[in-house]
């Protein structure tokens, strides 16, 4: 069974504060995400990456940064936290990314900037 | 407009009954799947689908590319059923990573 473990389970945040929510993999999978949900919105993709030490934009990857250090995490950072960005986070894993594998989501992140 | 456009928005069903939910494309797509957001928030998967139908217990998808829909039929509601139900789809002319999710359906299983 895919096992993605997303840290911290929720969080609150100052405006302007410094945000990195943190996601562990233990497939082996290639590919990684960052996906925010909003009410009304779906997923949307933020930023994601399919090797170590590179990564993508995504769809909305303004006021995002991501950083992949290993092929196990992958971390998405907020360095100016704004209340725009209080939002549910979803890491997910595939394996290629080549269209034959299915998302592999963790449980996601409350984040609430105040 | 949006790419991916699921309904119904809601649907209340009560237990032992069943329903499809849809999802239409406005591009082709080349695959799609769908998942169960439950009460706890979790995402799960239900299907991964390139063509045809696929069949797992009470839930049963259909994607159809050339005619741009997905479908999700669930029999014998039960209540741990209720949850968000969204589509995911792979467009054709993008690359794979970029899997586009509709906003969902908000499914009330009632006893």
């Known amino acids: 069974e895919a096992a993605v473990t997303q840290s911290p389970r929720s969080k609150v945040a100052v405006t302007g504060g410094k945000v990195t929510l943190s996601c562990h993999q233990t497939?082996?999978?290639?590919?990684m995400y960052w996906y925010r949900q909003d009410t009304g919105h779906g997923l949307r993709l933020i930023h994601y990456s399919y090797v170590a030490d590179s990564t993508e934009k995504g769809d909305i990857p303004d006021g995002y940064k991501a950083s992949r250090p290993s092929q196990e995490n992958f971390s998405l950072i907020l360095e100016l936290a704004s209340l725009s960005q209080t939002a549910v986070y979803f890491c997910?894993?595939?394996?290629?990314?080549?269209?034959?594998?299915?998302?592999?989501f963790g449980s996601g992140t409350r984040l609430t900037v105040l | 407009g949006d790419q991916v456009e699921q309904s119904p928005s809601a649907l209340s069903l009560h237990e032992g009954t069943g329903s499809a939910l849809r999802c239409n494309f406005t591009?082709?797509?080349?695959?799609v799947q769908w998942f169960q957001q439950n009460s706890r928030g979790s995402l799960i998967n239900l299907f991964y689908l390139a063509s045809g139908t696929k069949e797992n217990g009470r839930l049963k998808s259909t994607f159809n590319s050339k005619e741009s829909y997905s479908t999700l039929h669930i029999r014998d509601a039960q209540l741990e059923d209720s949850g968000t139900y969204f589509c995911?789809?792979?467009?054709?002319?993008?690359?794979?990573?970029?899997?586009?999710f509709g906003k969902g359906t908000h499914l009330h299983v009632l006893p």
């Open positions: 497939n082996n999978h290639d590919y």
């Open positions: 995911a789809a792979e467009g054709v002319d993008t690359n794979a990573y970029k899997v586009i």
């Open positions: 591009t082709t797509m080349r695959a």
């Open positions: 997910a894993s595939s394996d290629t990314g080549g269209g034959a594998e299915t998302l592999y």
